[in-house]
């Protein structure tokens, strides 16, 4: 089964990559911070900081381990470390640091429109094009751990069960999994 990750900004601290930190360390034309199609930035990445708040009330809330924003996955060490061996060569995993803490960017470059795996009986889109159910040919997806589609402008990331399943048993902290692939989380 495939799941579609989301922050849980319920309960815990969302993250986000300034503008103004990415063109201090990655050059005034990189748009690492706005670009969402897969694209590889290991050849000149910089560490940058990683900022989180809370984006959903006044309450104090923890940092989580795992963390998605704009296409992107955060990994805390110790997510990274529980996770490093199940990601596969579709992703790339860039130092970044909050604080003094050290953290990992996942940028996931696997795309199942690249693998022909858009279900589309399954997709649909209304009259103002926006999607509305999200499916995949599970098989053609079957390979990679983590993946994005052009379906969402890139924007959300999937999983595979067993990836899933590693984050839980490791209860890992700060993400919902969704079966409704096309849905965002209350």
Known sequence: MIYRIHPNVKEYL?????????EAKLGEG?????????????DTWKPLEVE???NYDSKPKPQPDISVWNGR??????????????LDGGSEVLPVTCGRERGYLVNVLNSADTVDAINSRLTVRNEWNELVSLGFDD????DFALFRTKQDS??????????????????LSGVVFAVDLADMPA
């Open 14 to 22: 969302h993250f986000l990559v300034s503008a103004d930190e990415v």
């Open 30 to 42: 990189c748009r690492f911070h706005l670009e969402k199609k897969p694209k590889s930035y290991l």
């Open 52 to 54: 989180f708040f809370n």
């Open 73 to 86: 996955l955060y990994l805390s060490e110790k997510a990274y470390k529980v996770l490093a061996e199940a």
């Open 139 to 142: 098989g053609k997806v079957s």
């Open 154 to 171: 890139y924007r959300g990331i999937y999983c595979s069960e067993k990836v899933k399943d590693l984050i839980e048993s490791s209860d």
